[in-house]
């Protein structure tokens, strides 16, 4: 298992692969649903809890990052409010790519399951590409 320190290690890891990777990105906004119960309210203010809301997904090849900071500032601009990013990674085999059905499915994947609150198996990193843990 490898020890992500930040999203750059990740991306180090990703293009470390025998076989070239496509990352797959979905920002998500943590907040509170309109009926929290008061102690759910408390305890978000605390810093713990939440809902999970995607906003956003992309996909790109490891070789497209420079840092995580231009993908930060990236995603400011679409104007959707985001806390975190998970990523997953699709690899191509024997050479060839993944299609683009086969990215969409596993981006519909990760959406379904983190809009499900059943966000495991992906990396999860901060506005400043630090990890997360959640729970």
Request: charged fraction near 20%.
């Amino acid at each position: 298992m490898i020890r992500l320190s930040s999203f750059d290690d990740l991306v180090l890891a990703a293009r470390a692969q025998p076989e070239r990777q496509r990352l797959l990105l979905v920002f998500a906004h943590i907040g509170l649903p309109a009926d929290a119960t008061p102690e759910q309210r408390a305890s978000f203010e605390a810093g713990r809890g939440g809902a999970l809301t995607p906003v956003m997904c992309v996909d790109k090849a490891a070789e497209d990052f420079a840092a995580f900071a231009d993908l930060a500032a990236d995603a400011d601009r679409s104007g959707n409010a985001w806390s975190v990013v998970f990523v997953a990674a699709i690899g191509h085999r024997d050479g060839v790519a993944p299609s683009t059905d086969q990215v969409g499915i596993a981006m519909q994947q990760m959406i379904e399951a983190i809009g499900a609150g059943r966000p495991r198996g992906f990396a999860l990193f901060d506005r400043d590409g630090r990890p997360v843990q959640l729970g």
